[in-house]
């Protein structure tokens, strides 16, 4: 029996031993975050703003953005339309190989469009983010943007942070890929009585964009140095163990 004990603690000690070697080589080189082996993997859509064909998602080539274009994502109400409400909405699904043990997180979006809205009416812009792979995802909301008329502009809505969710995704489990799902809702109220309002695409290219900035961290950091989190195109990490 005490052989055996023995035989355990020795096997215990070389596997923290290995492991300990292996965490301080990560923290060594955590500076050299490898955005090279940052991919978009798939990209998918659906919704009644996004017709096949309209949606483009791009991954900046140092990882730290990743801008999503929508080509006919829009709402009308008034005039024509014969409507005094409507409502679009578009729901992205980017599946990205990520390189292992490290975490991503969302620190902002910028948003750009086109906003024309008479005196009475409203619009408004909802985007929430789920990420990460399992049965348990993640889940970021921005808020809402709200625009009250009278109004005609491009919109630029800039560093709008996260309301809620947590700062960085778990390291559990292990994982080679992650999943980014965005929706992205736009509604306008008010229409009628000779009103007339949208909230659209940007007049000045075509496309309302989406530009997510992305943060990403080593896993091991924290094992290895016992000096917290570093800071590789974002604010300071929690770690949050393996």
Request: with cysteine; charged share 20%; hydrophobic share 40%.
């Amino acid at each position: 029996m005490v052989a055996t004990m023995a035989a355990w603690s020795r096997l215990l000690a070389a596997v923290f031993s290995a492991f300990a070697a292996l965490a301080f080589s990560f923290a060594a080189h955590a500076q050299s975050f490898p955005s090279e082996r940052v991919r978009v993997r798939d990209v998918s859509y659906a919704g009644t703003g996004c017709p096949h064909g309209s949606v483009r998602a791009i991954l900046a080539p140092d990882a730290s953005s990743l801008t999503v274009l929508y080509d006919r994502l829009e709402s009308r109400a008034g005039g024509a339309t014969g409507v005094t409400s409507a409502e679009a909405s578009c729901r992205v699904e980017v599946r990205l190989d990520i390189p292992l043990l490290w975490s991503v997180n969302i620190d902002s979006i910028d948003v750009r469009g086109f906003v024309s809205l008479e005196r009475g009416m409203t619009a408004y812009q909802d985007v929430k983010a789920q990420t990460g792979i399992g049965k348990n995802p993640f889940n970021l909301s921005f808020g809402l943007q709200l625009w009250r008329g009278p109004v005609q502009r491009d919109f630029v809505v800039s560093s709008v942070k996260p309301l809620e969710g947590p700062n960085w995704l778990s390291c559990i489990p292990v994982k080679d890929e992650t999943k980014i799902d965005l929706r992205t809702r736009i509604r306008v109220d008010g229409g009628g009585a000779g009103r007339e309002g949208l909230i659209a695409v940007d007049s000045a290219d075509g496309r309302l964009i989406q530009r997510y900035k992305l943060s990403w961290r080593n896993c091991l950091s924290d094992l290895g140095s016992g000096l917290g989190g570093i800071r590789i195109g974002g604010r300071e990490g929690v770690f949050l163990g393996l």
